[in-house]
């Protein structure tokens, strides 16, 4: 990725900020947020840090929003300051290679991932505040570059490639990708140097924590293939020496509490797509976000539910983070989002330069009360998107009358007389209407527009971009895509009920008047009547 935007967890209803990385750049911008009112989205500069060293990777400390981490090429991780012209702090390592991710944690820790070397550490964790307290970085201006002598606070994985980091709200537990074994928990207390927990997979990418239900964080396969996995970690099993030796976690861990594959395939182009970037939502729990390298955003909104066999399973292996109260929990997605990039078609914005390049999630609802998406398109412009909100209730009442419940604002919560609303042309279905009406009726919807061949008939003269065959008018008619009216529809939503008032039993003379309306119903009582 060549950009990434974050929202700061901190921001406030008062107070609304987010941050910019141009990588090629190397440059951050630091934005507050002027004014949004669901449709207009103004913004304006706060701070910029420019002639960053080049990076690769990056993360905005969550405890102090002045620094910056940034990961390098050369595998050094360096601290930099975005409000002022502060030293950068140096965290310098033993064998160069790259530094594939960085991540603060809720207090002054710091965590690089690196690729892999013989006989050397690759996931590193610094304590920046021991750090600061040795060198005169982040306190002094910049006289120059100078390197400073600092260690890391603790070193593991030995001769493993990092891929991914991620701290937990608990500032000592952290989750790491190996890139092509596993995913990995730590916690920092244990001197021991073994993880905590140990999830073989090949999606090590791109982790991401939901921060309001820590039980669940999610992982991504490796390019070109579009995998995601969200994972419980009350379902794993304890690692120790001997179970990473033999491989005995793989055999006994549940696996995934619910997988996404090819999430972004829906034609050719799109099936070379990755992952790029997984968020979870910020002001709701159970809601992730998944941006593909072709420019496609979606949103999965899952949601908790009881499987009695899932659970049972894991009661037999309890969880290393919490008693029999806190058993793992079967989770199911619920509905799919795509955040629209321009939110009217009308708008004149190139294809290219619609697509999104980066994204986040804001921690404030919007206006309708539900999560928003900041995003970044292609062409350098930044708007907010709130996601569409749980489709409007159907209801067909004794009367037969359809009544849709239309969405409410927050503000609206009170009344009731906003909570139900007719259509603006209230349909009433047919209750005693004659078998000529019937017909009438379903002759309008089904025959007007089609052009049937008769059967046995020879097709010279009949144009066949109009004329169809009795299976292809059929198939026809299935299809989704097809407009009806709506008085339509809901009339063949009755024709059931109609057709068994009207004495559609066993006679197949009159079953084949009751259906006159369908030619092809009308063939197969023809057929059965003549056995």
């Not at 309008?444 to 046995?456: C, E, F, N, T, Y």
Request: glycine share 6%; charged share 20%.
């Amino acid at each position: 990725m060549e950009t990434a935007i974050r929202w700061s967890p901190g921001s406030t209803v008062s107070e609304q900020r987010f941050l910019i990385a141009d990588v090629n750049g190397r440059t951050f911008k630091q934005y507050f947020v002027e004014s949004y009112d669901g449709d207009e989205f103004r913004y304006d500069t706060l701070s910029t840090l420019r002639k960053v060293p080049p990076f690769r990777a990056f993360d905005w400390s969550p405890y102090d929003e002045s620094l910056i981490a940034i990961g390098q090429w050369s595998g050094e991780a360096t601290v930099l300051r975005i409000d002022d012209e502060a030293q950068p702090l140096s965290l310098p390592i033993k064998h160069q290679r790259l530094c594939n991710a960085v991540a603060f944690g809720h207090n002054a820790l710091l965590a690089t991932g690196l690729e892999r070397v013989r006989n050397d550490f690759c996931l590193n964790i610094w304590d920046i505040n021991r750090s600061a307290s040795t060198s005169p970085a982040l306190s002094s201006p910049r006289p120059g570059s100078r390197r400073q002598n600092v260690e890391p606070f603790r070193q593991l994985a030995s001769s493993e490639a990092i891929t991914s980091i991620k701290f937990f709200s608990q500032p000592d537990v952290l989750v790491a990708g190996v890139k092509g074994v596993c995913l990995r928990v730590y916690d920092l207390r244990e001197n021991t140097g073994s993880p905590s927990l140990q999830l073989q997979t090949n999606c090590v990418h791109n982790i991401a924590i939901d921060l309001l239900d820590e039980n669940y964080f999610a992982s991504a396969a490796p390019t070109k293939d579009s995998i995601i996995q969200v994972w419980d970690r009350r379902a794993g099993v304890a690692s120790t020496a001997g179970t990473l030796s033999s491989g005995l976690s793989e055999s006994t861990q549940q696996g995934p509490a619910v997988s996404y594959k090819r999430l972004f395939d829906h034609n050719h182009a799109a099936s070379q797509a990755s992952i790029w970037s997984l968020k979870y939502c910020k002001s709701r729990s159970g809601i992730l976000g998944a941006l593909a390298s072709n420019g496609e955003c979606k949103v999965l909104e899952t949601k908790k539910n009881y499987d009695t066999a899932y659970n049972s399973q894991a009661a037999q292996s309890p969880s290393i983070f919490g008693g029999s109260d806190q058993m793992p929990q079967a989770i199911s997605t619920q509905r799919v989002h795509n955040v629209r990039s321009v939110p009217h078609p009308k708008q004149s914005r190139s294809q290219e330069q619609a697509l999104i390049a980066c994204f986040d999630f804001s921690n404030l609802g919007g206006p309708n009360g539900r999560p928003c998406v900041i995003i970044m398109r292609a062409d350098q412009s930044i708007d907010i998107r709130e996601l569409e909100g749980p489709p409007p209730a159907l209801c067909i009442s004794s009367m037969e009358s359809l009544v849709v419940r239309a969405g409410r604002s927050p503000n609206q919560a009170g009344k009731v007389s906003n909570a139900i609303t007719p259509l603006d042309c209230m349909v009433r279905l047919i209750s005693t209407g004659t078998e000529s009406t019937m017909h009438d009726s379903l002759k309008s919807s089904k025959q007007d527009d089609l052009k049937v061949r008769p059967a046995g008939q020879s097709p010279d003269g009949f144009d066949e971009k109009q004329y169809l065959s009795s299976y292809e008018a059929h198939e026809h008619l299935l299809q989704p895509n097809k407009k009806v009216a709506i008085n339509v529809a809901l009339t063949q939503l009755n024709v059931a009920r109609h057709r068994c008032l009207e004495g559609y039993m066993f006679d197949c003379e009159k079953n084949a008047e009751i259906v006159a309306h369908d030619p092809w119903l009308q063939e197969m009582w023809a057929w059965i009547g003549r056995e």
